[in-house]
């Protein structure tokens, strides 16, 4: 199956997963929701991360979500163990505001691995499933990602990064796990993320087989 948006209408189309029905990972989402971003391209943003979900099995055994909206400072949307169903998932999506504020995207690293890969939030890295983060960013940080970053990888996550018009490449280096050339995405507008989910999708069902 495609993740796909319509032609003609833009509307995101409801389809079934892309992943196969066995896959098992903890996925969380840290997603930029600075000045920088804008009302219209935050909802680019949100229709970015239906169309990724969607493509996801969304189960207790299966695959699991959790977000984090972060400025000046973080805010949980939701914990790996907040929803277990793809529809509550995907309607909190739609129902996300947008925060406004700075890009504070070290300390919200730090946040992610304290109070998110954590068995009281739903990790089950004591199970040995894969433990996955993706951060959206669209600036360079107002922090230092090079210490949370570190942690976060040498607790054994594996970190994705996704840059929108206007973070630095070395600094996106600094975040995403090693090769980078496979854990750095780049784009140079918001209108490309949506045909980007696909890929990085189709990325992630081949890695948890």
Same mark, same amino acid.
């Given at each position: ?17 892309v992943c196969r029905k066995d896959s098992m990972a903890d ?5 930029d929701g600075s000045w920088s971003i804008g009302t219209k ?30 400025? *000046?400072?973080?805010? #949980? ?12 998932? =995907? +309607?909190? @999506? ?59 990888? *040498?607790?054994?996550? #594996? ?12 600094? =996106? +280096?600094? @975040? ?34």
């Open positions: 199956m495609e993740l796909k948006v319509h032609e003609k209408t833009g509307k995101l189309q409801n389809i079934s997963s996925i969380i989402f840290l997603v391209n935050f909802k680019i943003v949100q229709d970015f991360l239906y169309a990724m979900v969607n493509g996801f099995d969304i189960g207790q055994d299966k695959i699991c979500i959790g977000m984090i909206q972060y400025s *000046d400072v973080p805010y #949980t949307e939701f914990l790996l163990n907040t929803y277990y169903n793809k529809n509550d998932t =995907l +309607q909190k @999506i739609q129902k996300l505001h947008y925060k406004r504020g700075g890009t504070k995207t070290g300390q919200s690293l730090q946040f992610m691995l304290e109070n998110h890969f954590i068995a009281s939030a739903g990790s089950r890295k004591e199970e040995e499933v894969a433990q996955i983060a993706v951060v959206i960013t669209n600036g360079q940080a107002e922090d230092n990602v090079q210490n949370p970053a570190t942690a976060i990888k *040498d607790a054994g996550i #594996t970190l994705y990064a996704i840059d929108v018009k206007g973070s630095v490449l070395s600094e =996106l +280096q600094e @975040i995403a796990s090693e090769p980078t050339d496979k854990h750095v995405y780049e784009v140079e507008d918001f209108a490309p993320l949506q045909g980007l989910s696909h890929s990085i999708l189709q990325m992630f069902c081949t890695m948890l087989e």
